[in-house]
């Protein structure tokens, strides 16, 4: 449901996002090297550690847990922006 809302509220926003997901079965549609480079900001939306983090060093990272993503998918994504913008 948290990825559900990234993506519904990153469209509205126009937006571009890639969603990696990390729980009991391991990583799946891991994120490339190339394309977390381009990211302007990565959101962590866990509730526990972070697989492999050490590949978004030097990212801008917003961190925030899975419950808020899927009650406000749209201030996730507001944050995100304003993060990317450097405010």
Do not use: H, P, W, Y
């Not at 050490?54 to 808020?68: A, C, H, M, P, Q």
């Amino acid at each position: 449901m948290a990825a559900a809302n990234l993506k519904k509220f990153a469209k509205k926003e126009n937006c571009e996002i890639k969603i990696e997901t990390q729980g009991a079965m391991g990583i799946e549609n891991e994120l490339t090297q190339a394309e977390i480079d381009e990211a302007d900001v990565v959101i962590f939306a866990v509730d526990t550690t972070v697989q492999n983090e050490d590949r978004f060093n030097e990212k801008k990272i917003l961190e925030v847990g899975t419950s808020k993503v899927v009650k406000d998918g749209k201030a996730t994504i507001q944050d995100a922006i304003k993060l990317a913008k450097g405010e």
